[in-house]
């Protein structure tokens, strides 16, 4: 089941191992697949992700706030910890040599490669990521809180000034 989610590896998570944790009393004996990401590359798609979410926080904002978060191979120690089988690739390898981490993880799983793989991009970060957080923080900033009683306000700005 590839899910970001499970490793609740975006810093801003509270208990980052409790979904580990019920996964490991559900599939005691499972094989366990990770990807682990470059550090620097997974902390600006967190960043990237935060803004997407809503967020205002500046990168030094963000960097300050979370610069003791754990990072993802983090992960992985806690995987072979709790689980005698678990195989890890780089997701920059992933993305480099697919057939070779395909094949190893066949390997891994004891199945045969699939003749044919869907290889798309399914998570695009966001470009103009000063233009977006301009926008969070006209929408949900403090300025919007103090000075207007809804978001609406803004997208009907224009409509009343043309009205005058």
């Known amino acids: 089941m590839p899910n970001e989610e499970w490793s609740r590896s975006m810093p801003d998570r509270e208990n980052q191992l409790y979904p580990l944790c019920e996964l490991k009393k559900q599939y005691p004996q499972a094989k366990i697949i990770i990807g682990i990401r ?34 993802p191979i983090v992960f992985y120690y806690y995987c072979r910890m709790m689980w005698k089988d678990v195989y890890v690739y780089k997701f920059e390898e992933l993305k480099s040599n697919p057939d070779k981490i395909i094949k190893e ?17 399914v998570n695009v970060s966001i470009k103009h990521l000063k233009l977006w957080r301009a926008i ?15 978001p609406w ?3 009907t700005w224009l409509h009343r000034r043309l009205k005058k």
């Open 136 to 150: 969070n923080i006209l929408m949900r900033g403090e300025w919007l809180r103090k000075h207007i009683e809804s």
């Open 105 to 121: 993880m066949c390997e891994f799983i004891g199945c045969e490669v699939p003749d044919q793989i869907e290889n798309k991009k």
């Open 153 to 155: 306000w803004i997208l």
């Open 38 to 71: 470059n550090e620097d590359t997974w902390f600006k798609s967190c960043y990237s992700q935060l803004i997407r979410a809503g967020s205002y926080l500046s990168w030094e904002q963000y960097q300050q706030k979370y610069k003791d978060c754990r990072t």
